[in-house]
C-alpha cells in the first residue's frame, strides 16, 4: 500500500508544482513512458520471485529494437524477437538449473554477449521499425490511445501466469523455500523446481523482448543503447512494489505501481529539470534504500 | 565415456584452473601468428594496460572467496580519477592524493561491507547500486565532459621500468605475492577460506562471519582504490568513461583463473594469470581484426563457459 501512497502523494505534488503534469496529453505520454518499465518489471517478477535476478533484461531490450530495425518485413522480424527471446530464456534457464551456474553470473555473461551482438547489428542508433509496430503503439483505438491496451493486455496475462496458474503458484512455492535457505522445499513437495525456474527465466525474456517492441515502437528506430540500466531501473521497481528479492513473497500489482512509481519519478524529475546524472545516482540511492530495508537470511549474493 | 571422465589423469587435469590452459592457448596462437610480437618489450607494454584489471582482480577474488562479488569498482575508479584530475585539491602533494583516494575507496568498501555483512542485502545490488551512484555523481561534478589533467608525476611513475618490465607490471606482482601470503598464512586468511567453505559451519566454530565478510569488503575498496591510481597514472588525464568495464573483467579473469563463489582452488594465481589470458586475448583479438563488439561477445562467452566448466564439477561431486 505504500508505494501506492507514495505514488499518490508524487502525483499531487507534481500537479501543485508544475502546470504541465495535469495535462492529458502528459498523463497520456506518461503511461507511454512508463509501458516499457511495467512490462520488465512484471518480467523481472517471474525470476525475482524465485529468488534469482535476471541481469540480462537490459540488453535483449536493446537487441530487440535492433532487430526490429534490420531491413526486414514486419512478418519476419516481430517473430524472430521473440524466438530469440525464448533462445535467451532457454539458455540461462538451462545454464542455471542444469549446468549448476549462479544465476548472477549466468545472466551477467549473457548481458555481455547479446551487447556485443547487438553492437554488430547496428552500432550506432538508426534504421526503421515495421510500420504495424509504430501503429500499434502510436496509434490509438476509440479515441484511447494504444499504450493504455498494452498494459491492459499484459496485465492480464501477468495475472494468470502468476496468479491464476499452477505455473505461478509453484514459483512462489520454490521462492518460498530458497527465501527460507531450504531450496529443496519445493522438489520435496513434488514441484518440478528445474522445469519451472527454466520457464520463468522464458517468461522473463519474453516480457522484456515485448517491452522492447514497445520501446522499438517509441523511439521508431534501432539503438544499441536505449536498454542500458533496464535491468537495475526494473529490479527497483520490483523492489519497490514490494517484492522480496529473497524471493517467495510478491504481487503483481505491486510490481506494476512499483513502475509506475519510478516512471512518476522519471517525470517529475524530467519536468523539474534535475540533470540526468543526478537521476541516475538517485534511482540507484532509490534502489539501495529498499533493498536495504528488505530484510533476508543469506548473505553474500 | 564416463570411464574416460573418471580417469585420475583426467580428473587431475580438470582441476588445473582455464586460465592456465587459456593463457597457454593464446601465447601459441600468437606465436604461429605473430611471432615477431613475442619480446619482452612488446609484451610488457601490453601486459602493462592490464595492470589496473590485474589489481582489481585481487579486490575481486577476496570477496568471491566469501561468497560476495563486488561491481563497485567502475565507481571508485571514476571519482578516484574525477579527484586527481579535476583540480578541485590545487597544488595539493602526492601523498595527499593517494592518502585521499585510499581513504575514499576504503569508505566505500566499508559501506558495502556493512550493508551485505550487516544489513544482509544482496551483494549484486548494493555494489551495483553503489557505482551508479557514484558514476551518476561524478558525470554530474563533471557535467559528462572530462574533467582536466593528472599531475604528471603519476604518468612519470608509471613509465619507470626496471630492466624490461614496467614497474607497475612489478607493482602488480608484488601485490599479488602479499595477497598470497596474507590468504594463506594469516588467521583472516584461514577465516576467509572457512567462510567461502560453509558459512554456517564457520559461525558455529566461532569465526566471525560477519566481521570477515565487512573486512573482506573493505579491504576489497581500499584495493579498488589502489587499483584506481594505477589506471589514472596510466591514462594520464581524467575521464568520466575509462574504467567502466574493469569491474565485469575482473569477475571474468577471477573466475578464469578458479575462484568461483566460496571456492578458492585456484588460489591467488589462478586470477592472475585469467588477468594475463585478457592481456594476450585482446591482443590476438586485435590482431585477427575484431572490433569491441566481438570483445563483449568474447568477454561473455569466458564467464559463461570458465562457470559451466565449474558448475557441471560441483554438481557431479555433489
Given amino acids: 500500500m505504500l508505494p501506492l501512497l507514495i505514488a499518490i502523494a508524487n502525483s499531487v505534488y507534481l500537479g501543485l508544482r508544475t502546470d504541465q503534469f495535469l495535462g492529458s496529453e502528459n498523463l497520456f505520454n506518461l503511461i507511454a513512458q512508463a509501458m516499457p518499465l511495467v512490462i520488465t518489471a512484471i518480467g523481472q517478477m517471474f525470476v525475482v520471485v524465485v529468488g534469482d535476478l535476471d541481469l540480462s533484461v537490459g540488453s535483449l531490450i536493446s537487441f530487440t529494437t535492433a532487430i526490429l530495425a534490420l531491413d526486414a518485413p514486419g512478418y519476419v522480424t516481430i517473430p524472430a524477437v521473440f524466438l530469440f527471446a525464448v533462445l535467451v530464456g532457454l539458455s540461462n534457464g538451462l545454464v542455471i538449473t542444469r ?6 553470473i549466468a545472466t551477467l555473461a549473457m548481458q555481455y554477449v547479446i551487447l556485443g551482438i547487438t553492437r554488430i547489428l547496428r552500432p550506432v542508433s538508426g534504421g526503421t521499425v515495421p510500420d504495424i509496430v509504430i501503429q500499434s503503439v502510436g496509434g490509438s483505438l476509440f479515441g484511447v490511445p494504444m499504450p493504455v491496451f498494452w ?19 509453484h514459483l512462489f512455492a520454490i521462492g518460498g523455500g530458497v527465501a527460507n535457505g531450504t531450496p529443496d522445499a519445493a522438489r520435496n513437495f513434488g514441484v518440478p523446481d528445474r522445469r519451472n525456474i527454466l520457464l520463468a527465466y522464458v517468461a522473463c525474456s519474453c516480457f522484456t523482448a515485448l517491452a522492447g517492441v514497445f520501446l522499438a515502437g517509441r523511439i521508431v528506430s534501432g539503438d544499441p543503447n536505449v536498454g542500458l540500466l533496464f535491468e537495475l531501473d526494473a529490479i527497483t521497481a ?8 529473497s524471493g517467495g513473497i510478491g504481487s503483481l500489482q505491486g510490481t506494476v505501481i512499483g513502475a509506475l512509481v519510478l516512471a512518476l519519478l522519471s517525470n517529475g524529475m524530467n519536468l523539474t529539470n534535475v540533470s540526468p546524472f543526478i537521476q541516475t545516482a538517485i534511482k540507484g540511492g532509490l534502489l539501495l534504500l529498499v533493498v536495504g530495508l528488505q530484510t533476508r537470511k543469506k548473505m553474500g549474493l | 565415456m ?7 589423469f583426467l580428473q587431475r587435469l580438470l582441476r588445473v584452473p582455464p586460465a592456465y590452459y587459456v593463457f597457454a592457448i593464446l601465447l601459441i596462437t600468437l606465436w604461429i601468428a605473430r611471432p615477431h610480437m613475442l619480446n619482452a618489450n612488446i609484451m610488457g607494454i601490453f601486459i602493462r594496460q592490464v595492470a589496473p584489471l590485474g589489481v582489481l582482480v585481487l579486490a575481486q577474488l577476496l570477496v568471491m572467496r566469501v561468497k560476495s562479488i563486488d561491481l563497485s569498482g567502475g565507481g571508485i575508479l571514476l571519482l578516484v580519477n574525477y579527484v586527481i584530475s579535476s583540480g578541485i585539491f590545487p597544488g595539493a602533494s602526492m601523498p595527499f592524493f593517494i592518502g585521499l583516494s585510499l581513504a575514499i575507496g576504503t569508505a566505500i568498501g566499508l559501506f558495502n561491507g556493512w550493508m551485505i555483512g550487516k544489513r544482509r542485502v544482496s551483494a549484486v545490488i548494493v555494489t551495483l547500486a553503489v557505482s551508479i551512484i557514484l558514476v551518476g555523481f561524478v558525470q554530474y561534478l563533471s557535467s559528462g565532459k572530462p574533467p582536466g589533467d593528472v599531475p604528471s608525476y603519476l604518468n612519470d611513475i608509471y613509465n619507470i621500468k626496471w630492466g624490461p618490465a614496467p614497474v607497475p607490471v612489478l607493482f602488480w606482482f608484488a601485490l599479488t605475492v602479499v595477497m598470497a601470503l596474507f590468504l594463506s598464512k594469516t588467521v583472516f586468511g584461514r577465516y576467509v577460506t572457512s567462510v567461502g567453505e560453509n558459512p554456517e559451519a564457520a559461525h558455529f566454530s566461532g569465526v566471525p562471519v560477519e566481521r570477515t565478510v565487512i573486512l573482506a569488503h573493505t579491504l576489497a575498496g581500499f584495493i579498488a582504490a589502489v587499483a584506481a591510481l594505477v589506471q589514472t597514472a596510466s591514462i ?3 575521464s568520466v568513461r575509462v574504467g567502466l568495464d574493469l569491474p565485469i573483467l575482473a569477475v571474468a579473469a577471477t573466475i578464469l583463473g578458479g575462484v568461483v563463489f566460496g571456492r578458492g582452488e585456484g588460489g591467488v594465481w589462478g586470477p592472475f594469470f585469467g588477468v594475463l589470458s585478457f592481456a594476450l586475448l585482446f591482443v590476438v583479438m586485435t590482431t585477427f581484426g575484431i572490433d569491441d563488439p566481438g570483445k563483449l561477445i568474447a568477454q561473455g562467452l569466458i564467464i559463461l563457459l570458465a562457470a559451466i566448466f565449474y558448475g557441471i564439477r560441483t554438481s557431479r561431486s555433489n
Fill in chain 2, 236 to 238: 594520464a588525464v581524467g
Fill in chain 1, 151 to 169: 498494459g491492459i493486455a499484459v496485465v492480464l496475462v501477468a495475472w494468470k501466469l502468476l496468479h491464476g496458474s499452477r505455473f505461478g503458484l
Fill in chain 2, 2 to 8: 564416463s570411464a574416460i571422465v573418471k580417469h585420475p
Fill in chain 1, 238 to 245: 520490483v523492489a519497490v512494489g514490494g517484492t522480496q528479492l
Fill in chain 1, 99 to 104: 549446468l549448476n551456474v549462479h544465476p548472477i
